[in-house]
C-alpha cells in the first residue's frame, strides 16, 4: 500500500514505524517542516513545504494557537495538492497532528485512511494546569484560552478514522466517543542496544581545565530532560541537591538539559528556569560541593546512553504531562530511578518493584530516597534489575510496540 506520514520534524515518533513500512514493501512518502537538502531517508521519499505568512501581529491571545496551526495546515495542504497533481494517492495518511499539519488533507484525498499521534488533550483541570501552586494559572480566562487550544484535536476527530498513543494514561486524557478509537502503543525502547554496561567509562571536562573519569565505581545521580524547566520537576531537583551532597561527600551529579521551553510557560523576569533554580540553590553550597553539579546542556545521543549506563540514581520528575522516552531508556538500561508519584509514571514505575515513587513536591522525602539507594547497593540491583525486565517485557521495540504499531497500521486497511 501507499503510506503517507505527516510531521513537521519527521521521522519524530515514527523513526521506527516508516522504516519498517518500507522494510515490508510499502512505498512511503513523508511530508516535512523541515529544511532539508536530501530527497529520501531509509528508503522514505521526502516532501518538503513551508508556511507562507506569519501570525497576525496582535491577533487575540485565545485564538493564536489556532491561526498558527491554521497556517501549517494550508502550507501541507498545498503541498498535498501538488502530490495529488503528480498522480500521488495514499491508501494511508499518518499523522502527528499537534501542529495542524494534516488539518485539510482529507479534503485533498476523501476515500483515503487517517491514523493520527494522539499525544495530549488539554485539560484545565486534573493534569498539567494548576498542577503546581508556586505557579498559579492567575488569569480566569486560561480556561477558554485551553478549550480553543482544543480546537485542533476536536477537528481531527471529525476527520481521523483511528489515533495511536504512546501510553495509557496519555490516551485517557482524550474524550470520548474517540478515546475509544485510540490504540495505545508505545514509540518503542531497543532494549538490546539500550541496555547496561558495567564497564562504561566517561570523561568529564571540569571548570578548571582539568578533568575526570567516571566509571560504575563512582557515585553519580543523573537528571534528565530535553530543558531545565518546572514541568520536569527541575527546581524540586534543585532544591534536593543542598542535602543530598551534603550527606554524600564522594557523589557527583550530571544534569543534562537545554536553556530552553519545551513546555509550560517562560519566566516573568526573562531568565532561563536552569540559572533561576540554579541561582537559588547556589548560596547553600560551598564551592566544593558545587564543582560537583556538572550542568550538561543537551548531549549527543551516543553520550547520553553510556550517561545512563554510568548512573548509580537517577531521579525523574514530572507534571501530570506526557512521559519522556528518556524514563524507559533508564529502565531499559537498568537505572536504579527514583521518580514523581503523578499519573504517567504509575504505568512503569512500581513502589518498590521498578523504582521508587516519591510525593513531586516533597523535597525532603525525595533527598531522604536518593540517599537511602546510595546506601543500599542490593536494594539498587533488584530495582534496577526489574526495570529492566519490565521494559523488555512492555516496551520493547522488537517484540512488543512495533509489532503493534503495524497491526493498527494495517487496521487501517480492512482488505489487507
Not at 526489574?386 to 520493547?396: C, K, P
Request: aromatic share 10%; with cysteine; net charge neutral.
Amino acid at each position: 500500500m501507499r503510506v503517507l506520514f505527516i510531521h513537521q520534524n519527521f521521522p519524530g515518533q515514527f523513526k521506527f514505524l516508516a522504516p519498517a513500512l518500507v522494510q515490508q514493501g510499502h512505498s512511503v512518502v513523508a511530508m516535512t517542516m523541515q529544511n532539508t537538502s536530501a530527497s529520501e531517508w531509509q528508503g522514505i521519499k521526502l516532501v518538503t513545504y513551508s508556511a507562507n505568512r506569519g501570525t497576525t501581529p496582535n491577533v487575540h491571545p485565545w485564538i493564536s494557537d489556532i491561526e498558527t496551526k491554521t497556517i501549517r495546515g494550508e502550507a501541507c495542504f498545498r503541498a498535498a495538492l501538488g502530490l495529488r497533481e503528480q498522480g500521488f494517492s495514499p491508501d494511508v495518511i499518518i499523522a502527528h497532528p499537534g501542529w495542524g499539519e494534516s488539518l485539510f488533507l482529507k479534503d485533498v484525498w476523501p476515500k483515503m485512511k487517517m491514523g493520527v499521534y494522539c499525544e495530549f488533550y488539554y485539560h484545565s483541570h486534573g493534569a498539567d494546569v494548576g498542577f503546581d501552586p508556586e505557579f498559579p494559572v492567575t488569569d480566569a480566562g486560561n480556561v477558554c484560552r485551553l478549550r480553543l487550544k482544543n480546537l485542533n484535536n476536536l477537528l481531527h476527530f471529525e476527520v481521523a478514522d483511528a489515533g495511536l498513543s504512546p501510553t495509557h494514561w496519555q490516551a485517557s486524557t482524550f474524550p470520548e466517543p474517540f478515546r475509544s478509537r485510540i490504540t495505545v502503543a508505545h514509540d518503542g525502547i531497543d532494549t538490546e542496544a539500550v541496555r547496561p554496561n558495567p564497564a562504561v567509562s566517561l570523561t568529564l571536562n571540569k571548570s578548571d581545565g582539568d578533568s575526570i573519569v567516571l566509571t560504575r565505581q563512582n557515585e553519580v545521580i543523573t537528571f534528565i530532560n530535553r530543558n531545565l524547566e518546572p514541568y520536569r520537576g527541575y527546581h524540586i531537583f534543585m532544591r534536593a541537591l543542598p542535602e543530598i551532597l551534603k550527606r554524600r561527600p564522594n557523589a557527583r551529579v550530571l544534569i543534562v538539559g537545554g536553556d530552553g521551553i519545551s513546555y509550560g510557560a517562560r519566566s516573568e523576569d526573562g531568565r532561563t528556569w536552569k540559572d533561576i533554580f540554579a541561582s537559588e540553590a547556589r548560596s547553600q553550597f560551598s564551592d566544593a560541593d558545587w564543582e560537583r553539579i556538572n550542568f550538561l546542556g543537551n548531549i549527543p545521543y551516543q553520550v547520553f546512553i553510556p550517561l545512563l549506563q554510568l548512573s548509580t540514581v537517577h531521579v525523574y520528575l514530572t507534571y501530570p504531562f506526557v512521559l519522556s522516552w528518556s524514563l524507559l531508556e533508564a529502565m531499559s538500561v537498568g537505572c536504579t530511578i527514583v521518580a514523581s508519584d503523578t499519573q504517567p509514571l504509575h504505568e512503569a514505575i512500581k513502589h518498590n518493584e521498578t523504582g521508587r515513587l516519591v510525593n513531586f513536591f516533597d523535597v525532603t522525602r525525595l533527598s531522604n530516597e536518593v540517599c537511602a539507594l546510595l546506601d543500599d547497593p542490593i536494594l539498587r540491583s533488584k530495582l534496577g534489575i526489574n526495570a529492566r525486565f519490565f521494559a523488555q517485557a512492555n516496551y520493547d521495540l522488537k517484540t512488543v510496540c512495533l509489532p503493534r504499531q503495524l497491526q493498527w497500521v494495517e487496521s487501517l486497511m480492512p482488505n489487507l
